[in-house]
């Protein structure tokens, strides 16, 4: 099945032309990537349905695409198919992509919040393959949750399942999605980067010195990136903020596994990259706070396409939405 999927993100915005079938997906071509700053929403626009259109020329008489999928951040309507007002999308407000694109290219156009586009690419290609209950979970920039219940994407009653970022884990500690001590606080790259700069100055006013911070002056520059590569390399600072995050992960975790009882949490991003460092922790957390028989059945995995989901996460969506089986 040919389709193309679309990635709309506050850095970029991409269009793939792509073949998906039930085990497989690939890109055949990727069109240049636009960078979003430098567009207006109209201009994007205009520019997606000009690489689409030629992404249809690319094919020859015994091939069309069948369908169009879009990922992007929420907050969305994939059901009237309008972006509304994305954080990190400034101006994208109240866009009735998918009717926009449909129009002007006349293929079936399907909108996905990006997290839930990339559980589908988990459950139908990766370490969610041949579950019929997962939840794959950003942890990234951001901490957002896609949804796979009883073989199907559970998307709520307003497109807002998922959003586990916002559940407070703690009274204290840094803020996410608007909450301080949220489970996006503690476990995204914004949110360590906000406990990591707390720490280090703590250490600083002791009197400490800080392997990977030479100074005050050097604490904007702080990312979750540099803590987790001090950890890799024995930082004992670094370690004790991993351990931290690892600690109020396995509490999130915990309320997920007993809540939904998954087969499978599939996780992305910082976990894949710093899997030994946070795991541990985690899953001390989830042995002492689930119910056995729910611990039992779930495999909490690192992601097996956190560095490609993007590339074909849209493909998935058009093909989910086409009733691949």
Known sequence: MIVVGVDIGGTK??????????????????????????????????????????????????????????????????????????????????????????????????????????ALAEWRLGAGKGSSSMVFMTFGTGLGAGIILNSRLYSGACDMAGEIGHIRLSDYGPTGYGKTGSFEGFCSGGGIAQLAKSMILEEFQSGHKVEFCNGSEE?????????????????????????????????????????????????????????????????????????????????ILPSELSESVGDIAGLIVAGYNLGLE
């Open 13 to 118: 915005c991409a269009v793939n032309l792509g073949e998906v079938s039930a085990d497989n997906a690939f890109v055949i071509h990727r069109c240049k990537i636009r960078e979003t700053k430098s567009y207006s929403p109209q201009k994007m626009l205009d520019g997606l349905v000009e690489d689409i259109l030629f992404c249809a020329t690319m094919l020859d008489g015994s091939q069309q695409i069948q369908g169009i999928g879009i990922s992007c951040g929420g907050p969305l309507d994939s059901k009237t198919g309008t972006i509304l007002s994305p954080p990190n999308l400034p101006g994208w407000d109240d866009i009735h992509i998918t009717d926009y694109i449909n129009e002007r290219t006349g293929f079936p156009t399907w909108l996905c919040n990006d997290a839930n586009a990339c």
């Open 219 to 299: 604490l904007k520059d702080i990312t979750a990136a540099k803590v987790g590569i001090a950890a890799k390399n024995g930082d004992l600072l670094a370690c004790k903020i991993l351990k931290l995050v690892g600690l109020q992960l396995g509490k999130g975790l915990s309320i997920l596994m007993d809540l939904l009882n998954p087969e499978c949490i599939v996780i992305g991003s910082i976990f894949v990259r710093n899997y030994e460092e946070i795991w541990p922790y985690a899953q001390k957390v989830i042995e002492m706070e689930t119910l056995p028989d729910v611990r039992k059945a779930c495999r």
